[in-house]
């Protein structure tokens, strides 16, 4: 099927929620879809309408707003359904970027698909998108982690959890815990890693920076600008493991003694917090001898 030209006017089904997604900085990112559904919906939902509400100005849309964020997500949401119950279109967006991602909205369109109304997602800019296109890490796999928790115990162990990933890990983070993250993924990752810090993605300060992993505490005390603005941070897949220890060994030999090989790898990596993948081919190797 051809794609539709930006100039093409079909009618906006009713009783539709439409998930949005709007610049991170750059006013000039938003689609010519985006703005064509926002200038026709009835209502749009907003996380902030401060926020939003400069963009919209910009772009001279006059919708009725309405606010959604993490503290009303579920009222809003009812909201929402009786809005399209009566056959209004609904816009749905988040302060910057795509909804449902680190930001509000997962819950109401999860309310709405389970009402029977339908969702069109409307695709556009994203932080972590845009990070990774100009962060050079070349890793087969990406895991998205979102913001690490902000107590500092809370923030290791999750560290910690997430080192033995097989994949390029992506955080977001704000400007008063940046300084606190980069000195934990420093001390408890691997310093051969590579740290992509990327910061004011599309806006006039833009800077995405690479390093090993080690080296971050030191860039952000190189310069006070470093810590402004709101961050992405990729750290690339952990080096592969020359073998399994000892302990490790022993622990996976004796489970397979008694368990199938799915089973022991997995009951292994629970009690080692080795990799899983790893164990797995360990122990398709030891029955094999």
């Keep these: 099927m051809p794609a539709m030209?930006?100039?093409?006017k079909t009618p906006l089904p009713p009783s539709t929620l439409f998930v949005v997604a709007t610049p991170i900085g750059n006013l000039a990112d938003i689609s010519a879809r985006a703005l064509d559904v926002l200038s026709r919906v009835d209502v749009i939902t907003c996380?902030?309408?401060r926020s939003s509400?400069?963009?919209?100005?910009?772009?001279g849309i006059r919708a009725s707003l309405l606010p959604l964020h993490e503290h009303n997500e579920r009222e809003a949401a009812a909201k929402v359904i009786a809005l399209l119950g009566e056959g209004k279109r609904v816009a749905l967006i988040s302060d910057a970027g795509t909804p449902g991602i680190s930001d509000p909205g997962a819950r109401a369109v999860a309310a709405v698909r389970a009402a029977g109304f339908r969702v069109v997602p409307l695709p556009g800019p994203s932080a972590m998108a845009t990070a990774l296109s100009a962060g050079g890490i070349n890793d087969a796999q990406v895991l998205f982690a979102g913001f690490l928790p902000p107590k500092p115990g809370a923030r290791r162990a999750e560290i910690e959890k997430l080192k033995a990933?097989?994949?390029?890990?992506?955080?977001?983070?704000a400007p008063h815990r940046i300084e606190e993250t980069l000195a934990d993924l420093a001390a408890l990752l691997e310093p051969q890693r590579t740290l992509v810090v990327a910061r004011e993605l599309t806006k006039l300060f833009e800077q995405i920076a690479a390093m090993p992993v080690a080296d971050g505490p030191a860039w952000l005390a190189a310069d006070a600008n470093h810590k402004r603005g709101e961050f992405v941070l990729i750290v690339s897949a952990p080096p592969p493991r020359e073998g399994l220890d000892a302990e490790t060994e022993r622990v996976l030999s004796l489970l397979l003694a008694e368990l199938p090989t799915k089973q022991a790898a997995k009951l292994a990596a629970e009690i080692t917090g080795q990799p899983k993948n790893a164990l797995y081919q360990r122990a398709l190797e030891l029955k094999d001898l």
């Design 5 to 8: 030209s930006p100039d093409d």
């Design 47 to 49: 996380e902030d309408t």
């Design 53 to 59: 509400r400069p963009l919209l100005d910009h772009y």
């Design 165 to 173: 990933v097989p994949a390029a890990l992506v955080f977001y983070e």
